[in-house]
DNA sequence: TGTATTTAATCTATAAAACAGAACATATAT
DNA sequence: ATATATGTTCTGTTTTATAGATTAAATACA
């Protein structure tokens, strides 16, 4: 079976795909990385980390249809599932409960 | 090289390294992960994850003195380092950002 | 019509992280 | 001495993460 918890990249990709509710898809997610966080992810990895969200029920997939705008393939269109709200509120919520552990020292005197 | 990102795991041990301060090691950090989780994480998963902080620089370690307790072999103790505040610091940080921008509908209505 | 352009998914291969548990080491108690 | 407790280190496997080339499908326009 697969893994019980989101994995790094896993949580991003599906925050991405919950704060669009409904129209989030491959090349969108790639571009919302980079605006929403600095990095670089490539197609490649994006697609991957799809197919395994969907394998594990996290989110649903399908096509789109034409586009209205200027050419190009159709989408592939992602929404999250309750599943999928269920483990990104887990994961929160599990990281929220140490930080109020961890002693101020954290934040640095210089 | 290795990643730039914390992967999921690495940044739940290294949560609860910095939660106890300069005092953690591995069996440590094992009963920890179960006690504030519920989850069960192997000793194996565990010290894998330890050396590849230290490879990071995210923590420091060596091997502690004699115990006064029961018996047993020497303690390796771990430290969070600067680096590794700031790197929870900033994963934290990212998280908390994209947070804010899901529409409240995360929170379901049955 | 047909070919260039745009948009986007899918495929292939590799590296890194996560995982499990056996084996080994080093204390103390008796 | 040796049994027991505590803890690390080692070996191997599975799952995630990564990169980028290739393929596909739509529109524009010559």
Known sequence: MFKEYLGEFEELVLLIIAKHEDQSYGLLICDEIHEETGRRATIGAVHATVVRLEKKGLI?????????????????????????????????????NLWQKIPDLMISKT
């Open 60 to 96: 649903e997939t399908d096509m789109g249809g034409a586009t209205n705008e200027r050419g190009g393939r159709r989408k592939r269109l992602i929404r999250i599932t309750d599943a999928g709200k269920q483990s990104l509120l887990k994961s929160r919520d599990m990281k929220v």
